[in-house]
């Protein structure tokens, strides 16, 4: 599986091509439509938490001169700020946004497709990353793994 996601297209880019396909899928299959103000409330907490998780992550990134992309060689790393309660808070924060914007939709169907950008990057790019990690940072990784979860 993990080969044919092999090619350089990075975690945004699906992030983006699935915020696009929840869109049309919602305007073309409104199963199940739901509109309610509590459901928009619960949708825009969610995207401004995943905005906000987003940006943080990736200043502590930015600080210390390393990588954000999977494929690359990280050269340190990052256990502060969201990383100490996830250890791939900007794919927690992109599913947030998706999972947020599926709660402003309110179609059943806008659902399916931030389960379908876990799946993605739970084969395609974590695995990658923590093969990394591991190779990088050896014991340090595996105890950081140990006490803290994938995603929450």
């Known amino acids: 599986m993990r080969k044919i996601f092999k090619a350089k297209i990075l975690p945004p880019t699906y992030f983006l091509f699935i915020m696009l396909a929840t869109g049309m899928a919602h305007l073309l299959f409104p199963i199940v439509k ?90 395609a790019f974590i695995p990658v990353e923590e093969d990394n990690l591991t190779k990088v940072f050896k014991k340090e990784y595996l105890m950081y793994k140990k006490n803290v979860r994938r995603w929450i």
Do not use: C
């Open 34 to 123: 739901i509109n309610r103000p509590v459901f928009n409330f619960i949708g825009i907490v969610l995207i401004a938490l995943g905005i906000g998780v987003n940006i943080w992550a990736d200043n502590l990134f930015k600080k210390q001169n390393t990588t954000v992309k999977p494929y690359e060689r990280p050269s340190a790393l990052q256990v502060a700020g969201p990383f100490k309660i996830s250890r791939h808070p900007m794919y927690l924060g992109m599913a947030m946004i998706l999972f947020g914007v599926s709660f402003i939709l309110g179609s059943a169907i806008a659902f399916l497709f931030p389960v379908i950008f876990i799946y993605i990057m739970n084969t």
